[in-house]
């Protein structure tokens, strides 16, 4: 069984940066696709960025694409978000999450992190 804890939330003015983390404990890190979902005040969960287990591969949601960045390091089991451009509506608690395969589908995901909240707002 994976856990996955994330960091680097706080509250950001818009057109700034902040760079999520998300650590991972279990042996199979590397054999896994990881991605990150959101969800905002009164959403729901929607997706937001997913990786290959070799990190060849990424998709991304139409509204951050451009502006975030996902990546992971496997020696570490650590994978990030890099967000820029940040805008109001990124607010939202952010989620990282273990699948096997790639996808943009929460279903797909069994294994969530307990979230990080990200506030944009002047």
């Known amino acids: 069984q994976v856990q996955l804890v994330e960091s680097g939330g706080g509250l950001v003015q818009p057109g700034g940066s902040l760079r999520l983390s998300c650590a991972a404990t279990g042996r199979t890190f590397s054999s896994y696709a990881m991605g990150w979902f959101r969800q905002g005040p009164g959403k729901e969960r929607e997706f937001v960025a997913v990786?290959?287990?070799?990190?060849?591969?990424?998709t991304y949601a139409d509204s951050v694409k451009g502006r975030f960045t996902i990546s992971r390091i496997n020696a570490r089991k650590m994978v990030y978000l890099q967000m820029n451009s940040l805008k109001s509506e990124d607010t939202a608690v952010y989620y990282c999450?273990?699948?096997?395969?790639?996808?943009?589908?929460?279903?797909?995901?069994?294994?969530w992190g307990q979230g990080t909240q990200v506030t944009v707002s002047s």
């Open positions: 990786i290959s287990w070799s990190g060849s591969t990424t």
């Open positions: 999450a273990q699948s096997v395969r790639l996808s943009t589908n929460a279903a797909d995901f069994g294994s």
